[in-house]
């Protein structure tokens, strides 16, 4: 048997046990945004499959679905605070996973916004700076300030990857209507620094993609229409992680695996 003492997050600072058998298969996951939608499937499906997910989220004390999953997980979730936009934050989050986990085998940037108010998005003739940098900041910078961060960590796995959460509203040659300026530039932009990326850490076998989730219900504006919930593409897009290989590297694919286009 092994233990985790985790001092930088567990209040209760309890020895959890672990069999050894465990601790070998599970994969240790990074998630951003974890409170909700996307990333908090992602969290629940994760731990169901007996991995070890580090569920980050900007308000931790007022994440309680991810509260009530900890007491069914105990030693397999932590639920650290994480705003991924700002540097010091990014650090303290490093420095303590890195002080009880040897590598980390998946970073899911999921965290993402769809304007600046999180309300709606400006048209053409009220579009402003707040919205356009704040979406920028969070939704194509911070990804990749986060695989740069934790890119120590990754490089320790045997198959390390970084799954950017992108949309195919950021296709410039699907796009067919205006509006939803900052959203749409910056998945394209973010589609961008996933190819970057992903030529960078190639001699590291490291494998980086951008993936589309698929239209979602996730409660932020404009998904009340939508015509999936999170449990049914999280499941797709888990398959399509398990299947990346050094091949697929670069690429832009949607939750049922298929390549879509820039």
């Known amino acids: 048997m092994f233990f ?26 990074l998630i951003t945004g974890s409170n909700s939608g996307i990333g908090l499937e992602f969290t629940k499906k994760y731990l169901e499959r007996g991995d070890y997910v580090i569920a980050s ?3 931790p004390e007022s ?8 007491e069914n997980h105990a030693g397999r979730i932590i639920v650290p605070q994480l705003d991924v936009s700002d540097e010091d934050s990014r650090d303290k989050l490093f420095k303590n996973i890195s002080s009880f986990l040897d590598k980390l085998d998946i970073l899911i940037n999921n965290a993402g916004v769809i304007s600046g108010n999180l309300e709606y ?27 740069e961060r934790f890119l120590p960590l990754l490089k320790r796995s045997k198959n390390p990857k970084i ?3 992108s949309s195919i509203s950021g296709s410039i040659s699907k796009r067919t209507r205006g509006g939803g300026y900052s959203y749409s530039a910056s998945k394209a932009a973010l589609n961008m620094f996933t190819k970057n990326l992903s030529n960078d850490l190639r001699e590291d076998r490291v494998i980086v993609v951008a993936l589309h989730p698929g239209w979602v219900k996730t409660g932020f504006p404009y998904t009340e ?11 797709g897009m888990m398959d399509v992680i398990d299947s990346l290989e050094m091949k ?5 694919i949607d939750w049922l695996g298929t390549e879509q286009p820039w």
């Open 4 to 29: 985790l003492y985790l001092t930088a997050f567990d209040r209760s600072k309890k020895y959890i046990f672990i069999d050894e058998l465990e601790i070998l298969t599970m994969k240790r996951i």
């Open 57 to 59: 989220c900007r308000k």
């Open 63 to 70: 994440a309680y679905e991810l509260r009530d999953i900890r």
């Open 121 to 147: 998005s400006p048209p053409l003739g009220e579009l402003h700076d707040e919205d356009m940098t704040k979406v920028f900041l969070i939704n194509s910078i911070s990804p990749i300030y986060m695989a």
């Open 163 to 165: 799954i950017n959460i």
């Open 225 to 235: 229409n939508a015509p999936h919930m999170p449990e049914e593409t999280v499941g």
């Open 248 to 252: 697929d590297s670069g690429k832009f």
